[in-house]
């Protein structure tokens, strides 16, 4: 599993924006910039869409009064259901980024198997990253909804 001091992986993530399908390198996201990146099991689940996605968009403007430049949620769901998602939330101040194929979450070794859930998703968690390098990173335990919270996150920053 990553861990804090090291830096983000190369590995694109997918958004679908108005102009249409963007495949986003990593450099592109986090080089020169300080970005809150949060990542749950599934787009449209219950504790995702009830709690952790609202909240970050509650706190989004004191988030980026901190001083982050970007605040990113990933999903190992395809862009389309990560641009609905965020379009049902009103998350215009979230980037929804997609990771189809779970390789951006493996990378970072924060997958997980759910086997009938939907196979392979991502660990709930929270990260700060500054010019490409994770300075926080808080995860999960299973069941638990506590470190990733951008409350939480908030205190950090």
Known sequence: ???????????????????GMQTLANSELFADKK???????????????????????TLADKI???????????????????????????????AMLADG??????????DMNTAGFGGVRSKRYAMIVENSVVTGLFVEQEKEFVVSRAAAILEKL
């Open 1 to 19: 599993m990553i861990v804090q001091g090291q830096t983000i992986p190369s590995v694109t993530l997918s958004q679908l924006t108005d102009d």
């Open 101 to 110: 194929d779970a390789s951006f979450t493996k990378a970072l070794g924060l």
């Open 35 to 57: 970005v809150v990146l949060f990542a749950v099991p599934g787009a449209f689940t219950p504790t995702c869409s009830n709690a952790h996605l609202p909240e970050f968009i």
């Open 64 to 94: 980026k009064a901190k001083g982050v430049d970007a605040i990113y949620c990933v999903s190992v769901n395809d862009a389309f259901v990560m641009k609905a998602w965020g379009a049902s939330q009103n998350a215009q101040k979230i």
